[in-house]
């Protein structure tokens, strides 16, 4: 069973103007698939070749040597991740997650610079997150393809702040894309059933 490329959970054009459809047609067809199709290249006839997506990236970061089979499944599951964190729908935070971004980060507001802030000082390429971290809440980024999985972390929400992903809409300007997808695009839900899960991961252990 080979990693799979996901269709996008909406319409190519289902985020325009925050995100254009030429974006997420190369976005996802191009550059998402080539992560995905390297992914399977490699891990072709090897013991890895029937596992998940989360099982080969978990693999592939302990093997150091090897760092090419990482960087792919990696950005292949930060964009099955990616996606969903976004919606036409972006809505707000409720519930149990509203009363836990007061508590650790001091509010919806507070959070909303935090994440513009690890989005636009991520310096190169690479990914700002809202993660669940040992029951506490935490704003942070990573640098190209790495991602909070591998680090003991329940990732919320994620935005990828790699050039492919704003410059046909922004060309170099991160901070209004990143504006925008905070504005207009960031999907709350998805946030929230992630912290309903990882919550209930870690009541569990
Ligand atoms: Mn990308």
């Known amino acids: 069973m080979a990693v799979q490329l996901p269709n996008l959970p909406y319409a190519y054009d289902a985020l325009a103007p925050h995100i ?7 976005h996802h067809d191009k550059h998402h ?6 992914t399977n290249e490699l891990i072709a006839n090897t013991e890895l070749a029937d596992k998940s997506l989360e099982e ?13 089979l ?17 919606s036409p729908r972006s809505g707000k935070p409720s519930g149990a997650l509203a009363d836990q971004i007061q508590k650790d980060l001091g509010g919806q507001d507070a959070l909303i610079t935090a994440l513009k802030n ?7 390429s ?9 029951g506490k809440l935490e704003v ?9 999985l591998v680090h003991g972390k329940a990732p919320l929400i994620t935005i990828d702040v790699w050039e492919h992903a704003y410059y046909l809409d922004y060309q170099n300007r991160r901070p209004d894309y990143v504006t925008a997808f905070l504005q207009n695009v960031i999907n709350w839900d998805f946030a929230a059933s ?6 209930h991961q870690r009541a569990a252990e």
């Open 126 to 134: 690479g990914w700002a997150w809202l993660c669940l971290a040992n």
């Open 118 to 124: 690890a989005a636009v000082t991520q310096f190169g």
């Open 33 to 38: 698939k080539a992560y995905v199709d390297k």
């Open 70 to 86: 990482f960087n792919n499944a990696a950005q292949a599951w930060n964009h099955n991740f990616f996606w969903q964190s976004m």
């Open 194 to 199: 992630n912290f309903e899960k990882a919550r």
């Open 20 to 26: 254009s459809k030429s974006t997420l047609e190369f």
């Open 140 to 148: 942070g980024s990573t640098s190209n393809a790495d991602t909070p």
């Open 56 to 68: 080969i990236v978990k693999a592939a970061a302990r093997q150091k040597d090897k760092p090419a």
